[in-house]
């Protein structure tokens, strides 16, 4: 079995039953389509999944002969986790001993909420640094949630509703369609392929973890969409979009209501998939949102890294 094949069997342990969305093997070969992404297992020389105690897949790309290691696209965790909280500190050095014999240039990723290996890995050499994601945990009292969101949330809903805004559905191509023409409309270009939405659509909708929601009115016009995608705790509020033509309709308020109602529904809580930026952050903490810290590592292997390709190269570290 390959090292990939021994993670798909371990993520499907019940010990890891707890693994977000977006460590699982399958998230990965979609995310990942047409890259290279491996895992790294402890103990290394494992050779089923019954033996592995800890795991980290990664996405590695090259350019120009640089390998460097990156989240994927689209995906808010990565990084090591653990069966049992025992041996971090043995599993974190080991981890890192293989990292430095793959001649990185770079190394960034976004390890689980509450893990133990960041602190682990400062000790080791790397960078780690707060990020924030923005949830909602308790989706039982739909009254209380809504009377949670600011009053100016509060009145956008109320217009939208004037306007006869309804939830529907869209498919991956109408959903693509739809987000690069908001885009365009802030003369801005969409940063994945049609491909990549149809695959993770395709993989996501096999599993039922995923739903485009789409807020129009009654003439069929659509106002505001979003892709989301669940797991057994979590709904993800992966990638939201609101046309300019309809920026005062308050759709873009009825669009999250939805999603939370949808979440509601599969019994788990929403997560507005994190930002640190302060415009989109004061954005969802409008809607009652609470801040919950997790942490990224990063390592810069050569110096000149840091400085050599500032934009083309770094834009890729990061998707939220």
Not at 14 to 27: K, T
Not at 99 to 105: F, P, Q, R, S, V
Not at 150 to 155: A, G, P, T
Not at 178 to 199: A, D, M, N, P
């Amino acid at each position: 079995m390959t090292k990939k094949e021994i993670y798909s069997e371990w993520t499907k342990l019940s010990g890891n039953a707890d693994l977000p969305i977006f460590m699982q093997s399958w998230w990965l070969d979609a995310v990942c389509a047409g890259k290279e992404w491996n895992v790294m297992l402890y103990p290394a020389d494992a050779d089923s999944a019954d033996k592995v105690v800890a795991a980290m897949p990664y996405l590695i790309r090259k350019r120009l002969g640089v390998k460097f290691v990156i989240m994927p696209q689209m995906t808010q965790i990565g990084g090591m986790t653990e069966l049992m909280s025992e041996g971090v500190k043995d599993i974190a050095a080991d981890f890192a001993a293989q990292l430095d014999k793959m001649g990185l240039a770079y190394y960034y990723q976004q390890y689980p909420r509450g893990s133990a290996f960041p602190e682990e890995m400062a000790q080791l050499g790397f960078k780690v640094r707060k990020r924030l994601t923005y949830r909602i945990e308790d989706l039982s009292n739909l009254d209380k949630v809504i009377d949670a969101f600011s009053k100016n949330k509060k009145r956008q809903l109320q217009k939208a509703l004037s306007l006869h805004g309804e939830r529907g559905k869209m498919n991956a191509e109408q959903f693509y369609a739809f987000h690069t023409h908001c885009l365009l409309e802030r003369g801005k270009k969409i940063s994945y392929s049609r491909e990549f939405l149809l695959v993770l659509e395709k993989k996501t909708q096999r599993l039922g973890c995923s739903e485009i929601v789409s807020i129009h009115n009654a003439d069929g016009e659509v106002y505001a969409a979003a892709f989301v995608v669940w797991d057994k705790h979590s709904m993800y509020y992966l990638i939201p979009c609101y046309s300019e033509t309809y920026k005062d309709s308050g759709a873009g308020a009825l669009l999250v209501l939805e999603c939370i109602k949808l979440a509601r529904e599969k019994g788990v809580m929403f997560d507005f998939e994190g930002s640190m930026i302060s415009g989109v952050a004061k954005h969802y903490k409008q809607f009652g949102a609470v801040g919950h810290e997790y942490c990224s590592v990063e390592k810069y292997y050569k110096w000149w890294f840091r400085f050599a390709t500032a934009w083309n190269w770094l834009r890729l570290r990061k998707y939220n």
